[in-house]
Protein backbone atom coordinates (compact mmCIF):
# COMPACT_ATOMS: atom_id res chain seq x y z
CA UNK A 1 0.00 0.00 0.00
CA UNK A 2 1.20 3.35 -0.98
CA UNK A 3 2.05 6.04 1.67
CA UNK A 4 0.74 9.20 1.23
CA UNK A 5 3.73 11.91 1.69
CA UNK A 6 3.46 14.46 4.80
CA UNK A 7 4.33 17.75 4.82
CA UNK A 8 7.34 18.72 6.81
CA UNK A 9 7.15 19.23 10.06
CA UNK A 10 8.80 23.17 9.32
CA UNK A 11 6.26 23.59 6.47
CA UNK A 12 3.36 22.94 8.98
CA UNK A 13 4.88 25.07 11.83
CA UNK A 14 5.01 27.67 9.15
CA UNK A 15 1.47 27.32 7.73
CA UNK A 16 0.19 27.41 11.38
CA UNK A 17 2.14 30.61 11.81
CA UNK A 18 1.01 32.08 8.72
CA UNK A 19 -2.55 31.20 9.49
CA UNK A 20 -2.69 32.88 12.85
CA UNK A 21 -1.17 36.03 11.87
CA UNK A 22 -3.25 36.57 8.86
CA UNK A 23 -6.52 35.88 11.12
CA UNK A 24 -5.56 37.97 13.74
CA UNK A 25 -2.53 39.53 13.26
CA UNK A 26 -0.68 38.20 15.65
CA UNK A 27 2.42 35.58 15.86
CA UNK A 28 2.03 32.31 18.11
CA UNK A 29 4.22 32.82 21.25
CA UNK A 30 6.54 30.59 20.65
CA UNK A 31 7.71 32.60 17.50
CA UNK A 32 11.06 34.79 18.62
CA UNK A 33 10.29 38.29 18.60
CA UNK A 34 12.81 41.46 18.33
CA UNK A 35 12.48 42.69 21.88
CA UNK A 36 10.89 46.13 20.48
CA UNK A 37 7.83 44.33 19.35
CA UNK A 38 6.69 42.78 22.72
CA UNK A 39 2.88 43.23 23.68
CA UNK A 40 3.69 45.08 26.11
CA UNK A 41 5.17 48.01 24.63
CA UNK A 42 2.34 48.25 22.27
CA UNK A 43 0.06 50.73 24.82
CA UNK A 44 4.12 52.89 25.16
CA UNK A 45 4.79 52.99 21.49
CA UNK A 46 1.09 54.25 20.88
CA UNK A 47 2.19 57.27 23.19
CA UNK A 48 5.22 57.95 20.61
CA UNK A 49 4.56 61.19 18.96
CA UNK A 50 3.44 61.18 15.76
CA UNK A 51 0.05 60.10 13.57
CA UNK A 52 0.01 58.18 11.42
CA UNK A 53 0.88 55.05 13.49
CA UNK A 54 0.60 51.23 12.52
CA UNK A 55 -2.56 49.60 12.82
CA UNK A 56 -1.20 46.48 14.24
CA UNK A 57 2.12 47.67 16.61
CA UNK A 58 0.98 51.34 16.61
CA UNK A 59 4.45 52.54 15.79
CA UNK A 60 4.28 56.13 14.59
CA UNK A 61 4.86 56.30 10.94
CA UNK A 62 5.34 59.68 10.25
CA UNK A 63 7.30 62.81 12.13
CA UNK A 64 9.72 62.29 14.89
CA UNK A 65 8.84 59.41 16.27
CA UNK A 66 8.43 57.59 12.39
CA UNK A 67 12.01 58.52 12.24
CA UNK A 68 13.18 57.02 15.46
CA UNK A 69 11.48 53.77 14.37
CA UNK A 70 13.26 53.78 10.91
CA UNK A 71 16.65 54.48 12.16
CA UNK A 72 17.01 52.10 15.51
CA UNK A 73 13.95 49.13 14.91
CA UNK A 74 13.99 49.23 10.48
CA UNK A 75 10.41 49.71 10.31
CA UNK A 76 8.69 52.49 7.81
CA UNK A 77 5.38 51.98 6.02
CA UNK A 78 4.68 48.94 4.42
CA UNK A 79 4.15 48.88 0.29
CA UNK A 80 1.19 46.81 0.89
CA UNK A 81 -0.75 49.42 3.07
CA UNK A 82 1.22 52.51 4.23
CA UNK A 83 -1.07 52.28 7.63
CA UNK A 84 0.75 49.21 9.02
CA UNK A 85 4.53 48.59 9.00
CA UNK A 86 6.79 47.20 7.29
CA UNK A 87 6.95 44.04 9.65
CA UNK A 88 4.62 41.98 6.94
CA UNK A 89 7.66 41.64 4.54
CA UNK A 90 10.17 40.82 7.74
CA UNK A 91 7.91 38.14 8.30
CA UNK A 92 7.38 37.01 5.27
CA UNK A 93 11.23 36.86 4.95
CA UNK A 94 11.61 35.22 8.15
CA UNK A 95 9.13 32.74 7.47
CA UNK A 96 8.46 31.74 3.71
CA UNK A 97 5.26 30.17 2.89
CA UNK A 98 1.77 30.40 3.76
CA UNK A 99 -1.84 29.56 4.59
CA UNK A 100 -5.20 29.19 2.99
CA UNK A 101 -7.60 31.21 4.95
CA UNK A 102 -11.20 33.16 3.74
CA UNK A 103 -10.85 36.41 2.74
CA UNK A 104 -12.50 38.82 0.64
CA UNK A 105 -10.89 40.04 -3.05
CA UNK A 106 -11.62 43.43 -4.79
CA UNK A 107 -10.88 44.26 -8.42
CA UNK A 108 -11.21 47.80 -9.93
CA UNK A 109 -10.92 48.14 -13.42
CA UNK A 110 -11.11 50.87 -15.38
CA UNK A 111 -13.49 50.51 -18.17
CA UNK A 112 -12.80 51.84 -21.61
CA UNK A 113 -9.07 52.49 -21.11
CA UNK A 114 -8.08 51.47 -25.21
CA UNK A 115 -10.59 54.06 -26.42
CA UNK A 116 -9.08 56.83 -23.61
CA UNK A 117 -5.69 56.39 -24.64
CA UNK A 118 -6.23 56.83 -28.02
CA UNK A 119 -7.68 59.92 -27.32
CA UNK A 120 -5.20 61.73 -25.59
CA UNK A 121 -1.32 61.87 -24.69
CA UNK A 122 0.92 59.37 -23.17
CA UNK A 123 1.53 62.07 -20.54
CA UNK A 124 -2.51 62.57 -20.26
CA UNK A 125 -3.35 59.29 -20.13
CA UNK A 126 -0.52 58.31 -17.17
CA UNK A 127 -1.99 61.02 -15.30
CA UNK A 128 -5.05 60.00 -14.96
CA UNK A 129 -4.90 56.75 -14.41
CA UNK A 130 -2.34 57.67 -11.56
CA UNK A 131 -5.45 60.00 -10.37
CA UNK A 132 -7.48 56.52 -10.57
CA UNK A 133 -4.78 55.02 -8.56
CA UNK A 134 -4.49 57.49 -5.80
CA UNK A 135 -8.37 57.28 -5.36
CA UNK A 136 -8.68 53.93 -5.52
CA UNK A 137 -5.57 52.62 -3.03
CA UNK A 138 -6.71 55.82 -0.70
CA UNK A 139 -9.82 53.82 -0.18
CA UNK A 140 -8.49 50.44 0.26
CA UNK A 141 -5.72 51.82 2.62
CA UNK A 142 -8.53 53.73 4.78
CA UNK A 143 -10.61 50.02 4.74
CA UNK A 144 -7.47 47.83 5.62
CA UNK A 145 -7.08 46.52 2.92
CA UNK A 146 -3.47 45.19 1.78
CA UNK A 147 -2.93 46.39 -2.12
CA UNK A 148 -1.50 43.36 -4.03
CA UNK A 149 -0.85 45.11 -7.17
CA UNK A 150 -1.14 48.02 -9.75
CA UNK A 151 -1.36 46.43 -13.05
CA UNK A 152 -2.13 48.64 -16.10
CA UNK A 153 -5.94 49.69 -15.39
CA UNK A 154 -6.41 47.85 -12.51
CA UNK A 155 -5.91 47.88 -9.44
CA UNK A 156 -6.46 44.80 -6.70
CA UNK A 157 -6.67 44.43 -3.05
CA UNK A 158 -7.71 41.63 -0.24
CA UNK A 159 -9.10 42.01 3.09
CA UNK A 160 -8.11 39.72 5.69
CA UNK A 161 -9.40 39.23 9.22
CA UNK A 162 -6.45 39.49 11.19
CA UNK A 163 -6.00 43.29 9.35
CA UNK A 164 -9.78 44.10 7.94
CA UNK A 165 -11.22 42.44 10.92
CA UNK A 166 -14.23 39.56 10.97
CA UNK A 167 -16.19 41.53 8.83
CA UNK A 168 -14.25 41.60 5.82
CA UNK A 169 -16.90 40.23 3.32
CA UNK A 170 -18.74 44.15 4.22
CA UNK A 171 -15.87 46.19 4.28
CA UNK A 172 -14.76 45.06 0.71
CA UNK A 173 -18.49 45.43 -0.34
CA UNK A 174 -18.70 48.91 1.15
CA UNK A 175 -15.11 49.82 -0.53
CA UNK A 176 -15.89 48.69 -3.54
CA UNK A 177 -19.03 51.52 -3.47
CA UNK A 178 -16.74 54.18 -2.33
CA UNK A 179 -14.53 53.71 -5.10
CA UNK A 180 -17.21 54.11 -7.12
CA UNK A 181 -17.75 57.51 -5.59
CA UNK A 182 -14.23 59.05 -5.56
CA UNK A 183 -14.31 58.43 -8.86
CA UNK A 184 -17.26 60.58 -9.61
CA UNK A 185 -19.98 57.56 -10.39
CA UNK A 186 -22.54 59.15 -7.89
CA UNK A 187 -22.08 62.86 -9.59
CA UNK A 188 -24.93 64.39 -11.55
CA UNK A 189 -21.92 65.42 -14.12
CA UNK A 190 -20.76 61.53 -14.58
CA UNK A 191 -17.74 60.24 -13.29
CA UNK A 192 -14.21 61.67 -14.58
CA UNK A 193 -13.25 58.25 -15.54
CA UNK A 194 -15.40 55.26 -16.05
CA UNK A 195 -15.01 52.45 -13.70
CA UNK A 196 -16.35 48.76 -12.97
CA UNK A 197 -15.66 46.52 -9.28
CA UNK A 198 -15.98 42.66 -8.43
CA UNK A 199 -15.82 42.08 -5.00
CA UNK A 200 -16.08 37.95 -4.35
CA UNK A 201 -14.97 36.29 -0.59
CA UNK A 202 -14.10 32.66 -0.37
CA UNK A 203 -10.78 30.40 0.31
CA UNK A 204 -7.07 31.94 -0.86
CA UNK A 205 -3.86 31.12 -0.62
CA UNK A 206 -1.39 34.12 0.88
CA UNK A 207 1.76 33.86 1.34
CA UNK A 208 5.58 34.59 0.68
CA UNK A 209 6.86 34.57 -3.12
CA UNK A 210 9.57 34.75 -4.23
CA UNK A 211 11.18 35.31 -8.51
CA UNK A 212 14.37 33.92 -9.24
CA UNK A 213 16.97 36.14 -7.28
CA UNK A 214 14.28 39.03 -6.64
CA UNK A 215 12.42 40.41 -3.76
CA UNK A 216 10.19 38.05 -1.37
CA UNK A 217 6.17 39.33 -1.34
CA UNK A 218 3.23 38.67 -0.13
CA UNK A 219 0.83 37.51 -2.42
CA UNK A 220 -2.80 35.53 -2.96
CA UNK A 221 -3.25 32.89 -5.24
CA UNK A 222 -5.98 30.50 -6.19
CA UNK A 223 -9.49 29.96 -7.81
CA UNK A 224 -11.10 32.55 -6.20
CA UNK A 225 -8.74 35.42 -6.84
CA UNK A 226 -9.07 34.40 -10.32
CA UNK A 227 -13.04 34.64 -10.07
CA UNK A 228 -12.82 38.56 -8.35
CA UNK A 229 -10.42 39.32 -11.16
CA UNK A 230 -13.35 38.08 -14.15
CA UNK A 231 -16.04 39.93 -11.84
CA UNK A 232 -13.90 42.84 -11.94
CA UNK A 233 -13.86 42.86 -15.99
CA UNK A 234 -17.14 42.09 -16.45
CA UNK A 235 -18.17 44.91 -14.09
CA UNK A 236 -20.05 47.56 -16.05
CA UNK A 237 -19.12 51.41 -15.59
CA UNK A 238 -20.19 52.41 -12.62
CA UNK A 239 -21.24 48.92 -11.22
CA UNK A 240 -19.96 46.92 -8.30
CA UNK A 241 -20.66 43.25 -9.38
CA UNK A 242 -20.53 41.24 -5.73
CA UNK A 243 -20.63 37.22 -5.92
CA UNK A 244 -23.32 35.79 -3.85
CA UNK A 245 -21.29 34.51 -1.48
CA UNK A 246 -19.46 38.18 -0.76
CA UNK A 247 -23.35 39.49 -0.08
CA UNK A 248 -23.87 35.91 2.45
CA UNK A 249 -20.69 36.65 4.26
CA UNK A 250 -21.44 40.48 4.55
CA UNK A 251 -24.51 40.23 5.54
CA UNK A 252 -26.51 42.36 3.14
CA UNK A 253 -29.77 42.11 2.44
CA UNK A 254 -30.11 42.02 -1.51
CA UNK A 255 -33.22 44.70 -1.65
CA UNK A 256 -32.41 47.31 -4.65
CA UNK A 257 -29.90 44.80 -6.07
CA UNK A 258 -29.82 43.45 -9.48
CA UNK A 259 -28.82 39.72 -10.01
CA UNK A 260 -26.98 38.55 -12.02
CA UNK A 261 -26.00 35.20 -13.16
CA UNK A 262 -23.03 34.80 -14.69
CA UNK A 263 -20.42 32.58 -17.11
CA UNK A 264 -16.87 32.65 -15.88
CA UNK A 265 -13.91 31.29 -17.93
CA UNK A 266 -12.57 28.33 -16.66
CA UNK A 267 -15.50 27.36 -14.07
CA UNK A 268 -17.90 24.77 -15.25
CA UNK A 269 -20.78 26.24 -13.16
CA UNK A 270 -22.37 29.91 -13.14
CA UNK A 271 -21.36 32.17 -10.48
CA UNK A 272 -24.65 34.27 -9.17
CA UNK A 273 -23.47 37.62 -8.11
CA UNK A 274 -25.87 40.92 -7.06
CA UNK A 275 -24.65 43.86 -9.27
CA UNK A 276 -24.60 47.35 -6.76
CA UNK A 277 -24.53 50.98 -8.12
CA UNK A 278 -24.37 54.34 -6.56
CA UNK A 279 -26.62 56.93 -6.49
CA UNK A 280 -26.33 60.30 -7.66
CA UNK A 281 -26.24 63.10 -4.88
Known amino acids: MMETA???DHDHK?????????????VPDYVGQPWFKAKTLKSLFSHLPADPRCLICHYPLEGIGGK?????????????????????E?????????????????????????????????????????????????????THAMVEKLIGDAVNGFFVPGFAGPQHARIAVEAGAKILKATGHDS?????????????????????????????????????????????SLAGPGELIASAAAIQAAGLATQGMQPRRLELKGRSEPMDAWVIRVQAE
Open 14 to 26: TEEIWRLYMTTGE
Open 188 to 232: PGGPWIQVGVGVHTGVAYVGAVQAEGGAVTISVLGDEVNAAARLG
Open 90 to 142: IFARSYQGGTEVEMSLLFADVRGSTSLAEKMSPVNYSLLINRFYRAATKVLFN
Open 68 to 88: VSKLFFGLEPSPLNPYICNTC
Open 6 to 8: SKP
